[in-house]
């Protein structure tokens, strides 16, 4: 009927030349995003209240049908190309599943068919290897390391030393964190974390495990088995590395903190972090950093060490002092200014104590202070918002402290104006006119606006740290806050 119909056509167009045929012209491939088109999974096989070794042999296909967990990329975009997306595919699906056992992943690619569409066809081989490297294998081989490679984690875990922290946490007592260097067989297991690390953590790169002073601290839970030789699951992983401070000490910098997505939210973070303190206070070391923490980390990170501070009796004179003050004092006028900064050597008591760098100190002191006041209280809100108000300023616009300060001046060019600019720090001593940049109206209401929405920022910060603290530490607080 088809033929038919289009012969019919043929006639008719050809005995009245006045019509004329439709010439189809086919469009370039839009091509399809890899958020769009890409899921990744880890896939449980093991469930941890079910005794191993299991049953490796199961049907196949039941791999990634149940105990298995949907990731959630940041972006998976950015591993295709600049613009993210995948040419050449029609109704194309890429499911990759990841072995909690041993870290191995198979990547499961369907299409209806695949076509150059202007765009070329995407080979997806070398990118999918690129974000996993050599753990991508094939199906029946990721199937077999769920049986071949049970010991794997044990092996890891057996050589390292357990580490037993007296945190005020409800603790699973199956869970433990045990602390290894990164060398050997813990070496290549870092290595097979690396993808969920690119995966889950924005702007991640590989650490480089040849340079001296890595270690690792690996939270894992035992399961129940038959078999006398225990076996783990790894919940999540802190890489932490030492490195030289003058003149004689060392500093802890963590670099990268993940705990695995089917078990995020039951305190293991928390574990890892107070893991890393008491590392710190038992072998003195300098002070402890974090390596470009999120903002998620930061809030957990400060919840802990404020609630560290908390009992930490050599800052409650200053803090007490700070927070008279704040009460009363009138900033509302501006006629006076007042600095919610405490004192040096305190900072450095704080530091030799607990091992809290002094950057993350001042970020404690002001949600401690905030705890300390009565957030009903008007008055005392407007000064700590002033207080917060002129060290951004300060430090943003260097005018308000006094002390050298960082300035951005645009500089005209033949090329993008916008982007044009040069960087430049004032000095103290220096005449006013020498340090001020005439604004006009206009961009000093911008100014402004630009400051109070930064401000308005960290005050949330500082609410929903200092909500935490409460909540977390009743017992600890000496007022209502």
């Not at 033929?3 to 009245?16: F, V, W, Y």
């Not at 039951?266 to 206070?281: F, K, V, W």
């Not at 040096?344 to 950057?359: C, F, G, Y």
């Not at 006009?440 to 005050?459: A, H, I, W, Y």
Request: with cysteine.
């Amino acid at each position: 009927m088809a033929l038919k119909q289009k012969g019919t056509d043929s006639a008719a167009a050809a005995a009245d030349p006045k019509k004329r045929r439709r010439v189809g012209f086919s469009g370039i491939d839009a091509g399809v995003e890899a958020n769009e088109c890409m899921k990744v999974f880890i896939d449980s096989l093991v469930v941890t209240n079910l005794p191993l070794p299991f049953d490796a042999a199961r049907n196949p296909d039941e791999v990634g049908s149940e105990n298995s967990t949907s990731l959630q990329p940041f972006d998976l975009n950015h591993f295709f190309g600049e613009d993210g997306k995948i040419y050449g595919y029609k109704n194309l699906k890429i499911n990759v599943w990841i072995s909690t056992i041993s870290f191995h992943a198979y990547a499961d690619i369907s299409f209806e068919e695949t076509s150059d569409g202007g765009k070329g066809i995407t080979d997806l081989k070398p990118v999918l290897q690129n974000i996993f490297g050599e753990n991508l294998v094939e199906k029946d081989e990721f199937l077999k390391t769920f049986s071949e490679e049970c010991e794997y984690i044990s092996n890891v875990v057996t050589d390292g030393k357990v580490i037993n922290n007296d945190a005020s946490i409800d603790q699973d007592s199956a869970v433990e964190i045990v602390r290894v260097e990164l060398q050997g067989a813990a070496a290549f297991l870092y290595c097979r974390l690396v993808p969920l690390v690119l995966l889950l953590v924005e702007g991640s790169t590989p650490i480089d495990i040849t340079e001296h002073g890595w270690e690792m601290l690996l939270v894992v839970k035992k399961a129940a088995q038959a078999t006398s030789s225990p076996k783990f699951l790894v919940l999540g992983f802190a890489a932490v590395h030492h490195f030289y401070h003058y003149p004689d000490s060392t500093r802890l910098r963590i670099s990268q903190i993940l705990v695995l997505p089917p078990y995020q939210g039951e305190g293991h973070g928390l574990r890892l972090l107070d893991t890393i303190n008491s590392i710190a206070e038992s072998e003195n070391i300098y002070d402890v950093t974090i390596e470009d923490p999120s903002d998620y980390l930061q809030y957990i990170r400060s919840s802990i060490d404020c609630l560290r501070l908390l009992t930490f009796d050599p800052i409650k004179p200053a803090l007490s002092s700070m927070v008279s003050s704040l009460k009363g004092t009138n900033l509302s006028k501006r006629t006076s200014s007042l600095k919610m900064v405490p004192p040096s050597d305190l900072a450095e008591t704080v530091r030799q104590k607990l091992k809290i760098n002094k950057k993350q100190f001042l970020r404690c002191w002001e949600i401690l202070i905030y705890l300390n006041l009565d957030a009903e209280d008007r008055k005392s809100m407007d000064n700590f918002r002033a207080c917060i108000y002129d060290r951004i300023k300060g430090e943003i616009l260097g005018t308000s402290t006094g002390t050298n300060g960082k300035r951005l001046l645009q500089m005209p060019s033949n090329f993008e104006s916008e982007t044009c600019f040069a960087v430049y720090w004032t000095q103290e001593g220096l005449d006013a006119d020498d340090q001020t940049v005439e604004l006009q109206p206009e961009d000093l209401k911008t100014q402004e606006q630009q400051l109070n929405e930064v401000v308005d920022s960290q005050m949330e910060e500082i609410i929903e740290v200092a909500k935490n603290v409460t909540s977390r530490g009743k017992d600890k607080l000496g007022v209502s806050c």
